[in-house]
Every structure is written in C-alpha cells, then in structure tokens.
C-alpha cells in the first residue's frame, strides 16, 4: 500500500448517489445493499491518503490478524481437547499460542482505541465505526472471562469462584452459573466468538464504507469526495 | 488455609498505592504498551521512493 497526496480515496461514483432498487424484489435490494454498501474499489484499497502513513494507522489491522491467530489457534484447540494441550508438547505449543495471541489481540486493541480516541475518530459519520468498535470491545472483554474456565485448573476454579460471587452480587447469578464448565466453554468458543465475529465484520464494513478519519483540522482539497456519512440521505 | 494463603502470597510481586493493588507483570505490561502507543505516534512511517516521486509531480 502506498500514501498519496491528502485526498480522499479515489472512487467512481458516491453509493449514496446511486439509484435505490425495486422494493419489490429482495434479490435486487440485496445485490443493491451487497454491491453499494462499501464504495466501488473501496473493500481492497491500494491507496491511502498520506496521513494514514503512521504506525499509529497499523494497529487496527494488528488487531484483525491477531483475532485471526486467536480464532485459529482455538481451533486447534477444540479438536485436541484439555487432555491433549496439557500434556502434550504440540498441544502446550497450541495453548500458549492462543494465550500470547489473545495478550496481543487485547494490547493493540487497546492502542488502537487509545489512537482513535485521540483521533475523535467518530468524526465525518463515522459515529456507527466508532460504536460498533467499542461493543467488539466489550464482547471480546466477555470472551476472554469465559475462556478461564477452559484451564480445567486449581487457577481455573478459584476465577470460576470468584466471578459467580461478582455475578451473584448483582444479581446475574440466577442466569448464568460461572462455574458451570459446559455453560463457560460454550459461550466462549461459539455465541461470544460469533458475536465478535459478526461485529467485528461490520465494524470493517463500515471503516471501508467511510474511508479513514482524517487528522483533526485538515482542509481537504477541492475535488476531494466528502466521506459518505455526510451524504447519506436523512429519510 | 494458612498454608494456602502461605502460597499466594509468594506468587508474583505486587505494587501497592493505598487501595490500588497490581502485579509488577500486569503494570509493565500496560507501561510497554503505552511506550508503544507514543512510538507509534512519533516514530515516522518509513515511504517508498515511488511515493516521494509521485508526491512531487
């Protein structure tokens, strides 16, 4: 990828602009909303404006491929069971793969939060990127707690103990029982993952559909496309 | 029990601020990251050559 001069990505014509389909049809309107949600060029882009030139840029894409070493490593670890990753050297190799992935994950998540924080990255209608991105957070925060129980160990159970007396405390107890094994694994390696998954996709959707936010008091230059929040129609 | 407690003790090493209790490995680790996130701001991105020449056209 390369930085080019401070313009906004080049594309042909503005989703917003294009015609709506025929309402009747939900094939049209979903190859409508498939093919205009994200600007033509836009879901690869080659080209950046310049001020994307900054390591403080990377750490979102960081993020994406440390939960793609996380999701893979866990994997691996649903096919060989607690039996086979606490006794067998590929399977320790496995476990601290996913742990260290995870410590990753969590750490240039939170520097890519800090970084657009800083940024008031929810400028220019990117308002929904912003939100989506802090509920990722937090479902990732619920898929890591869940993940404690999976060490099927004495360090396991005292988290268990002490995060059902946390829940009970306020009243979530009589819906979820932390130390029910089964209830943890499950919410851990399937609902909350997906969850991740499904937020953390739109989440991308919508940095592609609104291009990067540039840096607080840039003057964009004439001829430049306005990014399509700005656009979009009120009705 | 106070065996128990015997053993806790001697896991890890703790900071203490009044209430605030952390281990040394969780407070290096969030200082690491925050040396990263000031790198990450002033350190520059390195360019293509391509990109120097396209710039100046």
């Known amino acids: 990828m390369s930085a080019v001069a401070d313009t906004a990505p080049a594309r042909a014509v503005p989703a917003a602009s294009a015609p709506s389909p025929d309402r009747t049809s939900w094939t049209a309107w979903a190859r409508y909303r498939i093919t205009h949600t994200v600007p033509e060029g836009q879901w690869l882009p080659d080209r950046q404006p310049s001020y994307v030139a ?31 990753w606490h006794t067998s050297g590929v399977g320790h190799f496995f476990n601290s793969t996913h742990l260290w992935s995870v410590e990753i994950f969590f750490a ?17 209608g990117r308002s929904l990127t912003w939100m989506t991105g802090m509920i990722a957070l937090l479902a990732a925060v619920g898929t890591g707690f869940t ?33 029910n094994p089964a209830a943890a694994l499950t919410l ?20 592609r559909r609104h291009g990067v936010v540039p840096p607080i008091g840039a003057v964009p230059l004439i001829g430049a496309v306005p990014p399509i929040g700005a656009q979009e129609p009120t009705s | ?53 396209s710039d100046s056209r």
């Open chain 1, 188 to 207: 851990h390696i399937v609902v909350l993952p997906l969850a991740v998954g499904v937020i953390v996709i739109m989440h991308v959707i919508l940095v």
């Open chain 1, 54 to 84: 900054s390591w403080i840029y990377v750490f979102g894409m960081a993020t994406l491929v440390s939960l793609f070493i996380v999701i893979g490593s866990g994997v691996v670890l649903a096919l060989g069971g607690s039996e086979w």
């Open chain 1, 147 to 179: 993940g404690y129980l999976s060490q099927t160990n004495f360090d396991a159970q005292w988290i268990g103990a002490q995060a059902k007396d946390g829940l009970n405390s306020v009243g979530l107890g009589a819906w979820f029982n932390a130390l």
């Open chain 1, 108 to 124: 240039v998540m939170a520097i890519h939060l800090w970084g657009k924080f800083w940024m008031a990255a929810w400028r220019g």
């Open chain 2, 1 to 53: 029990m106070a065996n128990t407690l015997i053993l806790a003790e001697g896991a890890g090493h703790y900071l203490d601020f009044g209430i605030f209790h952390i281990s040394v490995t969780n407070a290096l680790i969030m200082g690491a990251m925050i040396v990263l996130f000031v790198l990450a701001v002033v350190i520059p991105f390195p360019h293509h050559k391509a990109d120097d020449d």
